[in-house]
């Protein structure tokens, strides 16, 4: 531990920590259990076969494993289809892809847990720099309801606007993105989707599941919301995943989404897999064991981190939606010196010391450690932030829980060092 730079007051702590967190441990491995036996059970019913770790190349018709791999998805997530593929270059293009394959000129969008994530808004049409190939200037009508008290969704506000307005898409953000506030819960969603249906049986309900896969029970579709969208670099990869993103949902969607990707006549029936296979099908196997070793990463983040003082948001002991843990240092130093403490402790490139950049699109600069497998993967340990006040690290990802402590011994004993 010496070795590592962990300094004896950050021992201390973990002592305690390990202590404490037990209970909230015990549960994660509960939830785990129940994401593992729904994995175990969709590989058992389509009969995953070596056969199906194989893969195509060229046009990819007839790519076994990955005709299985949609089927294990719609099995898990409770949906009528699903489209899993490399072909989605992240979760922007699979959540732009939803978008732009059912909605047509004239008919509207609307996002109500406000702005949506940063990297959809040139998509969208509401960046600052606009595209002649976007949302809105496709003739598309978008609009924002925003969230109230903090992280509730505006209940009046939105039937009023669905019995006002013909919307033909309601989209909602799962995790909190670059926002310090909380994430919408399972139970948030079905809240909200139950009084949608009240004033509007018709409209497309979406989420943007990214982070949120296998940290409750129960998936969106399960709550009545027509499709679901999420990155295989984030949660449902394992960590194992080298690119890629799906949709699950209503058949009439997931078909049109397959049309848009590739093109109408095509669909699903095209998309080589290139030796992918394998890595979907073992990294959705240990994807809930990863989840609950990220959970308890972050909890055991935020305990020593509110213990020194930090303001964390979720809290240690809150009941978590994503993976994504957010820390408030209030002084630029000491998030400097944190991040800098995680890209030390990283499996790759860990002698590469992290500096704030002008990052190209952002407004500040911006400091990033990911000393990563997979190039992004936030599976993995991963923290970045914008210099800026308050200096709030957003964090996520650990795919093994003793790995990604120890980087968070490290990192924290980074901080406080002299
Ligand atoms: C990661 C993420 C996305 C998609 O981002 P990509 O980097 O394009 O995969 C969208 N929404 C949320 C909330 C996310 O966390």
């Not at 994430?183 to 509007?200: A, G, L, Y």
């Not at 704030?356 to 599976?379: K, L, R, T």
Request: net charge negative.
């Amino acid at each position: 531990m010496k070795s590592l730079k962990i300094s004896d007051k950050v021992l201390g702590l973990t002592t305690v920590a390990d202590e404490k967190l037990k209970d909230i441990y015990n549960d994660l491995e509960n939830i785990a259990l129940m994401n593992s036996a729904k994995v175990l059970k969709a590989f058992k019913e389509n009969k995953v076969s070596t056969m199906h770790l194989g893969y195509t190349t060229g046009y990819g018709y007839d790519d076994a494993g990955r005709d299985i791999i949609e089927k294990v998805y719609s099995d898990i997530f409770k949906a009528e289809d699903a489209l899993v593929r490399i072909q989605f270059v992240n979760g922007t293009h699979a959540i732009s892809n939803v978008f732009f394959a059912n909605l047509r000129q004239g008919d509207e969008l609307v996002y109500i847990t406000g702005t949506p994530y940063d990297t959809l808004h040139t998509s969208i049409g509401i960046g600052k720099t606009l595209n002649s190939q976007s949302l809105i200037a496709n003739g598309v009508k978008f609009n924002t309801i925003d969230l109230i008290n903090e992280n509730e969704f505006d209940v009046d506000k939105i039937t009023n606007y669905l019995k006002n307005n013909k919307v033909k898409m309601i989209a909602i953000q799962r995790s909190k993105g670059y926002a310090f506030r909380k994430t919408m819960s399972i139970e948030d969603i079905s809240n909200i989707v139950k009084e949608i249906r009240k004033v509007d049986k018709e409209v497309i309900i979406m989420v943007d599941n990214c982070y949120g896969e296998f940290v409750e029970e129960k998936e969106p579709i399960e709550v009545g919301v027509n499709v679901c969208v999420g990155s295989l670099i984030k949660n449902i990869g394992g960590g194992l995943c080298n690119t890629g993103a799906y949709i699950v949902g209503d058949k009439e969607i997931v078909t049109n989404c397959s049309e848009r990707l590739t093109c109408p006549g095509i669909g699903k029936e095209c998309g080589t897999t290139l030796d992918q296979n394998k890595n979907m099908l073992q990294g959705l196997f240990i994807a809930p064991n990863v989840v609950k070793d990220t959970l308890k990463s972050m909890i055991f983040s935020s305990f020593i981190a509110e213990n020194l003082g930090f303001e964390c948001m979720p809290k240690y002991n809150d009941k978590r939606s994503d993976i994504v843990q957010t820390i408030k240092f209030g002084n630029k130093e000491d998030l400097i010196k944190f991040i800098q403490g995680i890209q030390s402790a990283s499996p790759i490139d860990s002698h590469v010391t992290a500096f704030p950049w002008a990052m190209p699109g952002y407004e500040d600069e911006v400091i990033m450690a990911a000393g990563n497998f997979v190039q992004g993967a936030s599976i993995e340990l991963s923290a970045d932030s914008p210099i800026r006040e308050p200096y709030v690290a957003y964090m996520q990802g650990g795919i093994t829980y003793p790995t990604a402590k120890l980087a968070i011994m490290i990192a924290i004993s980074n901080m406080l060092e002299d």
